[in-house]
């Protein structure tokens, strides 16, 4: 697929704690004449402290969230980068957290389909820093729940729950082509939290372990997945084991080897280079798969007046 996102907004700052933003969202796929997506974006962001915001509105979503992808698709960047609810972020030398609400869909009386929503955060404990050699303790949560009592929808909702903790060694390094090295351990649940009849997986769990390095020609990372009946509502459904395009097939166990490889370069203060690649090795059929992706990133502001700003970003 291709295509392009924008998000031109104003920014409107009424003191130095205080964000108003308002704009429009825009999303077009190449080959196709109209939009796919024209959404309004609104949100009001407030720094309490230096070390935590609170966000109201249009949050900062997808990937901003620092999610892995067996939980948060990476494509959503692309393709469905557009949150709203409230959001607080936390920010301490030993500390970090996403906590945010994500209203997907609402609903009036009698409405034909069910509100959705999603619950979720993602935190960083730091044990120790010494000398440019890290440990981090990753926890993350991902409740989302599809149902309502005032619509007419009737096929019954759900409640779903990804549970994420592990560890995670980072090395700087002042090497002239090495920059950093890392190691990742993930554990990851499925818990259906109220299952019925019409559900086929209950519970499910995963493995993650990964390692890479970021040097000054892109980052590699190899990464080694085993789970068994693992699902995520948010998840890039490569991980899972029912199929996103027939949920008729399961497959209850996966294994697989990741390898990653992404190239950023900065082509001038605003605009920035990408390129990703990412292999998937399937031990169970040797079959292989690929990812690939190229896109130009636009991130710049432009001051219009004491307090207000035009920001603009974009992607593909």
């Known amino acids: 697929m291709s295509g392009i996102f924008a998000e031109p907004v104003l920014e409107y700052r009424p003191d130095s704690k205080t964000t108003l933003r308002g704009g429009v969202h825009l999303l077009k796929y190449y080959g196709r004449d109209n939009f796919d997506r024209i959404l309004p974006v609104i949100s009001i962001q407030h720094d309490v402290s ?20 067996p ?14 609810g409230i959001q607080f972020l936390f920010n301490y030398p030993s500390f970090r957290s996403d906590i945010w609400l994500n209203w997907e869909q609402f609903i009036k009386k009698d409405d034909p389909f069910p509100e959705i929503f999603t619950m979720a955060s993602n935190s960083e404990f730091r044990l120790f820093d ?18 309502g009592e005032i619509d007419s929808y009737w ?22 082509f090495f920059t950093s090295l890392y190691a990742v351990q993930n554990f990851i649940e499925f818990i259906e939290v109220n299952p019925g009849t019409h559900i086929t997986i209950p519970y499910g769990h995963g493995s ?14 190899a990464g080694y997945w085993k789970s068994t009946d693992y699902n995520a509502p948010h998840g890039n459904p490569i991980f899972l084991s029912v199929s996103e395009k027939d949920p008729l097939y399961y497959q209850p166990n996966r294994e697989m080897l990741v390898l990653k490889y992404q190239f950023r370069h900065d082509l ?18 040797g079959r292989i798969d690929h990812s690939w992706s190229v896109y130009l990133v636009l991130d710049e502001g432009f001051l219009l007046s004491k307090g207000s700003r035009l920001k603009a970003q974009g992607s593909r």
């Open 50 to 69: 230096d070390h935590f915001s609170m966000v109201f509105g249009t949050l900062h979503g997808t990937t901003n969230h620092g999610l892995i992808e």
């Open 71 to 84: 939980v948060q698709d990476f494509e959503d960047y692309l393709i469905n980068n557009y949150e709203n």
């Open 130 to 147: 010494w000398q440019g050699l890290s440990l981090t303790l990753p926890f993350s949560t991902v409740f989302r729940h599809t149902g």
């Open 155 to 176: 096929i019954p909702g759900g409640t779903r729950l990804n549970l994420v903790h592990g560890l995670r060694l980072n090395l700087e390094v002042t090497d002239p």
């Open 208 to 221: 993650y372990t990964r390692a890479g390095f970021e040097t000054i020609i892109g980052s590699f990372e």
């Open 268 to 285: 001038t203060d605003y605009l920035r280079f990408a390129f990703r690649f990412e292999p998937y090795y399937h031990f169970d059929t």
